[in-house]
């Protein structure tokens, strides 16, 4: 039968009520002009043309508007409304609204694309299709639990190779992104990184990408390190000062090869390994000042 347009304006209209509180009820976006679409009302399915819609059964089929409450048939979640999801029953279920995976009952994950709540896979192959915190086993279709991070240095910790950021997880094996250490085979040019932060490689190459010293998973080179608190923290490291007004016994200015020189300061330049530490003056030549005995 041919249902009135007022009637559809009241349904549409307690259909929007409704999934203000939950997803008993959602309706697809209509087309104003003439061409055929469909939805899903409280009492079944409609096909219209333009604005003329007729009732066309008590179950709506898969796929009827661009989106369905509990109880519509479906045969993926993106066919139910927010805050449901598609049950193994082919049917929209109610799994509540989210927008991460605490907001979640116990064997259910946040879907964020759709601020839903879903069932945690029961198979997988591949790791997007496995909640945060754990990865696919492609060979048995499970999904199973390494543990969440936010850095590769969380990740490297609790014994694995680095950190997923996009998915917040523990990774086996070697970053696909970059790692902070590593020889380098290629002649591209090392990019200049922000302090505190040291460049990433991949494959003997530098990414062109950054890291900030304290996320790295692996300790990078001596010189890679652009600042005096990290380069200093490694045993292994040492620091190349600018000694500044550098003067020998006399007054005169300190030049290389100079002896007894002192200097009014000294300013942090650069970071070696500890066995190569030393002092320059301002035209950077080397003085005969050992960095250990600087006065800092």
């Given amino acids: 039968m041919t249902k009135s347009i007022q009637t559809f304006c009241l349904v549409l209209a307690m259909a929007t009520l409704a999934a203000l509180t939950g ?20 009492d079944g399915q409609y096909q219209c043309q333009g604005q003329n819609c007729t009732w066309v059964g008590p179950t709506c089929t898969s796929g009827s508007g661009s989106g369905s409450g509990s109880g519509y048939t ?11 999801y598609c049950g193994s029953n082919g049917v929209c279920t109610e799994g509540g609204f989210c927008t991460t995976d605490a907001d979640c009952g ?12 879903e069932p945690n896979p029961t198979g997988c192959a591949t790791n997007t299709d496995c909640a945060n915190g754990t990865v696919c086993d ?14 590769d240095a969380q990740a490297v910790t ?56 304290a996320a790295c998973g692996a300790s990078p080179a001596c010189t890679s390190i652009n600042d005096e608190p990290d ?3 490694r045993t292994d490291c040492g620091a190349v000062y600018i000694g500044l007004n550098c003067t020998k016994p006399d007054g005169s200015a300190c030049h290389s090869g100079d002896t007894n020189c002192t200097c009014a300061s000294f300013q942090f330049n650069s970071c070696v390994s500890k066995t190569t530490a030393h002092v320059i003056n301002e035209s950077g030549e080397q003085l005969d000042i050992p960095a250990a005995l600087i006065l800092k």
Avoid: K
């Avoid at 045969?75 to 449901?84: E, I, P, V």
């Fill in 74 to 84: 479906c045969t993926s979640s993106t066919q139910c409304a927010a805050g449901c």
């Fill in 231 to 233: 380069c200093l923290g």
């Fill in 158 to 213: 609790a014994g694995y190779g680095y950190c997923d950021e996009t998915r917040n997880t523990c990774m086996a094996g070697t970053d696909p992104a970059g790692s902070c250490a590593g020889t380098i085979t290629c002649n591209t040019a090392q990019p200049t990184c922000p302090t505190g932060q040291v460049p990433t490689i991949v494959s003997g190459c530098w990414t062109g990408s950054c890291e900030a010293y």
């Fill in 138 to 151: 492609p060979t048995s279709g499970q999904c199973n639990e390494t543990c969440t991070c936010t850095t």
């Fill in 23 to 42: 997803c008993d009820l959602y309706f697809g976006g209509n087309n104003s002009g003439g061409d055929n679409w469909s939805y899903c009302g409280s």
């Fill in 106 to 117: 116990s064997g259910y994950h946040c879907n964020t694309g759709r601020s839903s709540c």
